[in-house]
């Protein structure tokens, strides 16, 4: 039988309610059996594999974190996304948050 590393329970729980609160994160959580609930992060995923990973090869690990990392900074910082009316996740988060600079983010 596989179980989930992390009980569903503890994403629901008043604890982890109040440590979100406390900083300004906002949780994302779908229905049960719903399949929106992580598309977010499968189409991230999706889309790195076809634009980092698919037809290059890494002969170390090293060069392969090294890779990831780069293209992670380029994706916040540089990637223009149609869903957020062609900006960066940077550039969208500035102008509907204010400023960002308290977070640990190179600009």
Request: a positive charge; one cysteine or more; hydrophobic letters at 40%.
């Amino acid at each position: 039988m596989l179980q989930r590393p992390v009980e569903s329970s503890q994403y629901t729980s008043a604890a982890l309610a109040e440590v979100c609160r406390a900083h300004g994160t906002r949780r994302s959580m779908g229905r049960v059996g719903s399949s929106y609930g992580n598309a977010l992060a499968e189409s991230f995923f999706a889309t790195s594999k076809r634009e980092l990973l698919h037809g290059s090869r890494r002969v170390t690990r090293l060069q392969a974190r090294m890779a990831v990392f780069a293209w992670m900074a380029w994706y916040n910082l540089e990637r223009r996304h149609s869903a957020l009316g062609y900006r960066s996740p940077v550039d969208h988060e500035r102008q509907h948050a204010g400023s960002i600079d308290n977070l640990d983010l190179v600009a």
